[in-house]
Structure formats: structure tokens, C-alpha cells
């Protein structure tokens, strides 16, 4: 492979600036800008100079090869991070023969290819590089950890004690096999469908944490909605006006809610008109609010009839309580009620992350729901009068393979662009 560097840091100027070296070549360039290199894994000032002129005092990392983030010998170069030194060290490392400037996502990719992560893995990276908030944070660095391949790793053998079984009555049918392996083999794909059940049940709440959770504020016109997205937010991200159907479109505010990702979403008054253009908006509001992950409905009234069925842990929060002494509702105007609105929300949907599973991405969902119905349509060839051992094995080894593909051990070459091109340059 080729030698790649790039600047592994933030651009602009800064304390320190991290520039990073990948390939067989690494240590041969350190030692042509030090001089000499430093004890492996050990940091250590050195002046790096190029072709006469002093380009800056570094702190130096030395990594072997096998025992580097990816795997091949790197090298880290800690200089000062003004734009001067920055680019002085960059020209420099670029006009040295055998070096390039690395691709977006390359190092990583090389860490994959070379075994050091799994596909899992180096998408749980993705996740913790883009994490806003502490709960996303902690999803990612989970998965980054490898808890997806160990896990698809179990699964794996399991099936392979499956097939070994199943296939035993194939190599040997015509000799006597010990006992009848279909009990077993029953047993093993039972166990193993539930747990890749409860794990599916559990990805969908993972993959809202991943994108953010979206909460739908919707009610009648002129019930106070765009002032509590304003409140929400601490600024005017809505208009608000005493005449109704002000609000048009879908307006989005983007939330750290206690460490959960959340966009509120102020929509349309629901009511009827002949207005085409707030038609539309309402049919949009109604559209988002069916999709979203929790409704608020804000009553302009006691009692106000609803125009959306709530589902069981939607909201329902009278408006303008600044208005309605001694009733419990919210104020967007005056912040009554705020704080236990926001607590509602947080509770309703801190109780669904504490139910997500491992599975953070459509694509993992997908590759277990593939071996789920594998393993089921082996079961129903097991338990049918006459069934063929070939066809049982044939279903166990395309669920094998699609927990494969969750970790990456095949077919994943036209996911990788994609997922790379996420990644900064120095990653």
C-alpha cells in the first residue's frame, strides 16, 4: 500500500496540531524530517527539519507495525498548530517520494482491511465522530467497542453447531447416525431466533438515538405552539401572531434534551379552511406528527376535542396556562409549566432507550432479519413431513452469511464509499 499522511486535527489555528503517517513508509519519512526516531509507543521532542530549513520542535509518536490504529507502521507528528506550521510540515511530507495525501475515511478503511476493526465497528466510529449528545455518545462508543461482532460471533456459532448437526444426517445417511439431531438443531435455532427478535424489537429505538428522536407539537390554530418551541429553544426560531394559521410549514428546532437528541417540530393549527397554501401546511403537520416519534397536543380549551388519535404515550398539555389560574398546563409565554413538559418528554423517552438493543443502523436490522427468516424457513423444512436435511442446510448457511454481512466479512464493498465519505480526511 501506499504511505499516506494527513492532518489528523481540526484546521485553523490551534495549541496543537496532529498530523498522521500510515504505510511502509512512515518511519522512513519521521526520519528524514528528525533525523532519528524515538523509542516505540515512547513520545519525543524532536526538531524536524527539512531539506536545511527548521520547520518546527515536534512531540513525536513511533508506532509499529501490527500495533498501530491501522495496523501498518504509523507515526504521529504533534506540532504547533498555527496555519504557518501546518502547511510548512504538509509540503514537506508531500514532497517526499512514496507519500500522498491520504483520502477521506482512509485510515480507518485500512484499519478494516487489515482486521483491526470490523465494518461494525468503524460505522459505531462514524457514529461517535457525528455524536451531539451524551446519550449518542455513549451508543457509539458501544458499538465502537466491538459489541456487535462479539455478539454476531455467538450467534455465528450457534448456527455452525446447527449445520454441523443437520449436515451429519447428509455426510452419513447411509451408516447409523448416533441419535436424531432434529430435537437439537430445533432447539439451538429457537433459542437464537428469539434472541435476534428481541434485538430487532430493540434496533429501532437505536437508530432514532443515532438520528435524534422527534417530538411533533400539534393542536389548533392560535393554541400557543410557536411560542413554546420559541421557549424551548430560547429564541424566535418561530413567528407567533394573534391571528391564526400563521404557521405554514413545519418548523424544526434541534434539542440536547439530558443527553438525548431531540427535534421539536412546530406544525400548522389543525383545523378547517379553504385556504389552499394552509391546507397544505396542515396535511404536512398532520403527516409529521404521524410520524414522529412523540405528539404533544397543546388544547387551546379544557376538554378540546382532538383531531389526531394520541397514541398511549403521546402528551396532552393544556396551553397558555399564564392565562388559567390554578389549572396544571404550560406557558410558553411565561415558562409555567416548562420545565415539567420537558421532564414528560425526557421520561417517556429515556424509557425507550433503556429498551435498545445493539443494532444502531437499518442495515444491521436488516442482516438479522434476513438470518431470522432463514433460521424459520429451516425449521418449517425440519418439522415438515419428509423434510430434507440439503434444503435445512442450504437455509443455515444463508443465515450464516447474513450475520457475516453484519460484521463485514463479505459483500459489504458497495457500502464502504459510502460510510468512508462521512469521515474527515485525517480518519
Not at 24 to 52: F, I, K, Y
Amino acid at each position: 500500500m501506499d504511505t499516506i499522511f494527513a492532518l489528523a486535527s481540526a484546521r485553523g489555528k490551534a495549541g496543537v496540531a496532529v498530523f498522521r503517517l500510515s504505510g511502509p513508509l512512515a518511519h522512513d519519512a519521521v526520519r528524514a524530517l528528525c533525523g532519528s526516531l524515538p523509542e516505540v509507543r515512547q513520545a519525543s521532542v524532536r526538531r524536524l527539519v527539512w531539506q536545511g530549513d527548521v520547520l518546527d520542535d515536534a512531540l513525536v509518536l513511533i508506532f509499529a507495525e501490527g500495533r498501530s490504529f491501522t495496523g501498518e507502521a504509523a507515526a504521529e507528528l504533534q506540532v504547533h498548530g498555527s496555519t504557518a506550521v501546518i502547511q510548512a510540515v504538509a509540503r514537506a511530507l508531500s514532497e517526499m517520494p512514496g507519500l500522498r495525501q491520504a483520502d477521506p475515511g482512509e485510515f480507518t478503511r485500512r484499519a478494516l482491511e487489515n482486521g483491526r476493526l470490523d465494518l461494525a465497528q468503524v460505522e459505531g466510529l462514524a457514529d461517535l465522530i457525528e455524536a451531539e449528545t451524551e446519550a449518542q455518545r455513549r451508543q457509539a462508543q458501544r458499538v465502537l467497542s466491538g459489541v456487535i461482532g462479539k455478539r454476531a460471533e455467538g450467534w455465528r456459532k450457534t448456527l455452525i453447531r446447527a449445520a454441523a448437526l443437520n449436515e451429519a444426517t447428509i455426510d452419513f445417511a447411509d451408516e447409523d447416525v448416533p441419535a436424531d439431531v432434529a430435537p437439537e438443531v430445533t432447539r439451538l435455532l429457537g433459542e437464537l431466533i428469539g434472541d435476534l427478535q428481541r434485538e430487532v424489537e430493540g434496533s429501532r429505538v437505536a437508530e432514532r438515538l443515532r438520528d435524534g428522536f422527534e417530538v411533533a407539537i400539534i393542536g389548533s390554530p392560535n393554541s400557543g405552539k410557536s411560542t413554546l418551541i420559541n421557549a424551548l429553544s430560547g429564541r424566535d426560531a418561530a413567528i407567533t401572531s394573534d391571528s391564526p394559521g400563521t404557521t405554514r410549514d413545519v418548523i424544526e428546532v434541534r434539542m440536547d434534551l439530558n443527553g438525548l437528541p431531540v427535534t421539536f417540530l412546530d406544525t400548522a393549527g389543525l383545523r378547517d379552511t379553504a385556504d389552499k397554501v394552509e391546507l397544505i401546511g396542515i396535511e404536512r403537520a398532520l403527516s409529521r406528527a404521524q410520524a414522529a416519534d412523540l405528539r404533544i397536543f397543546l388544547l387551546d380549551a379544557p376538554g378540546e376535542a382532538l383531531r389526531l388519535d394520541p397514541l398511549p404515550e403521546d402528551l396532552i398539555v393544556l396551553g397558555k396556562a399564564d392565562l388559567r389560574a390554578g389549572m396544571p398546563g404550560v406557558s410558553g409565554l411565561t415558562g409555567l409549566g416548562l420545565d415539567t413538559l420537558i421532564g414528560a418528554v425526557v421520561q417517556v423517552l429515556s424509557q425507550r432507550v433503556a429498551r435498545t438493543g445493539v443494532m444502531t443502523r437499518a442495515r444491521h436490522r436488516i442482516a438479522i432479519m434476513r438470518a431470522i427468516e432463514a433460521m424459520e424457513s429451516a425449521q418449517a423444512e425440519i418439522n415438515k413431513p419428509g423434510g430434507r436435511s440439503e434444503l435445512v442446510a442450504a437455509d443455515l448457511w444463508m443465515a450464516i452469511r447474513a450475520l457475516d454481512m453484519l460484521v463485514g466479512r463479505l459483500d459489504v464493498e458497495n457500502l464502504l464509499d459510502e460510510i468512508f465519505a462521512s469521515f474527515c480526511i485525517g480518519k
